[in-house]
C-alpha cells in the first residue's frame, strides 16, 4: 500500500517563526510536490521536484523554500513565517514508470497550519 | 489566468441519483485528466482519469466523459451514495511528465 506521511496533522506558529514541514514517501517516486489547499483557491503548487536535490518553483514559491537531500524526502520550509501563510499543506508524490496511471500523484494527509 | 476551471463551487445531488461535475479547460496542449476526491482533513485521493485520445472510461459507478472540441471532461457518479459527499478537483497535465493543474474544485453534497 502506497504511503506519503507529512509530520504533524496539526501545527500553530507564530509570525516570524521558521517553520519545517516534513514529508516522506516509501514508493521509490522520483517527483514530490508541495501544495498548499485554501477556500475558494484550490490547491495551488509551491515548489516540486524531479530528482534529488533538484527543485523547481510552482505558481506561488513566494515566503517559501525547500529541500530534497533524499529521494523519499521533501522538506518545505517557511523562512518567516507570516499570517497569509495559514493554509492545509499537502505533499504529493508520483513517479515517472509505469503506464497505467499518468501523473497520478499520491498526496499525503495534510498539515493544517496555523500562523498567530 | 485559470487554465482548469469548475464554474460550480457546490452541488446536492440526492442519493440513488446521478451526480455530474464539470470541467472546462483552456489548454489545448492538456492531454491528459484526472479526477481527485478529497475529504475533510484529508489529502486527496485519486478518482479516475482519461487520455486525450479517448472520449470515456468507466471504473464502476464513476465515468468521465471527454469533448476535446469544447474543451470540456465531465464525471458522472452513478448512483450517487452518501460517501460520495466530498470536494471534487478536476486536474490536467500537458504530458505524463510534467506537474498537474488542479482546478478549485467542487463540493458535492449527496441528500439522504
Known amino acids: 500500500d502506497v504511503k506519503v506521511t507529512q509530520s504533524s496533522r496539526y501545527l500553530v506558529k507564530r509570525t516570524g517563526e521558521k517553520v519545517f514541514l516534513e514529508c516522506v514517501q516509501d514508493?521509490?517516486?522520483?517527483?514530490m510536490f508541495w501544495y498548499r489547499q485554501d477556500p475558494g483557491l484550490g490547491l495551488r503548487l509551491i515548489y516540486f521536484s524531479y530528482d534529488v536535490k533538484m527543485k523547481e518553483k510552482g505558481d506561488i514559491p513566494e515566503g517559501y523554500s525547500v529541500s530534497r537531500e533524499k529521494k523519499e524526502r521533501f522538506s518545505l520550509i517557511l523562512e518567516s513565517a507570516s499570517t497569509n501563510q495559514t493554509s492545509m499543506y499537502l505533499c504529493?508524490?508520483?513517479?515517472?514508470?509505469?503506464?497505467?496511471?499518468?501523473?497520478?500523484?499520491?498526496f499525503g494527509p495534510g498539515t493544517r497550519l496555523t500562523v498567530l | 489566468d485559470q487554465q482548469v476551471k469548475q464554474n460550480s463551487p457546490s452541488l446536492s445531488v440526492q442519493e440513488g441519483r446521478i451526480s455530474i461535475l464539470n470541467c472546462d479547460y483552456t489548454n489545448s496542449m492538456f492531454d491528459y485528466f484526472l479526477w481527485y476526491k478529497k475529504y475533510p482533513a484529508e489529502g486527496p485521493t485519486f478518482l479516475i482519469s482519461i487520455s486525450s485520445i479517448k472520449d470515456k472510461n468507466e471504473d464502476g459507478r464513476f465515468t468521465v466523459f471527454l469533448n476535446k472540441s469544447a474543451k470540456h471532461l465531465s464525471l458522472h457518479i452513478v448512483p450517487s451514495q452518501p460517501g460520495d459527499s466530498a470536494v471534487y478537483f478536476c486536474?490536467?497535465?500537458?504530458?505524463?511528465?510534467?506537474?498537474?493543474?488542479f482546478g478549485k474544485g467542487t463540493r458535492l453534497h449527496i441528500l439522504p
Open positions: 504529493a508524490s508520483s513517479s515517472l514508470a509505469g503506464e497505467v496511471r499518468h501523473n497520478e500523484q499520491f
Open positions: 486536474a490536467a497535465s500537458p504530458n505524463r511528465d510534467d506537474k498537474i493543474i
Open positions: 514508493m521509490d517516486h522520483e517527483n
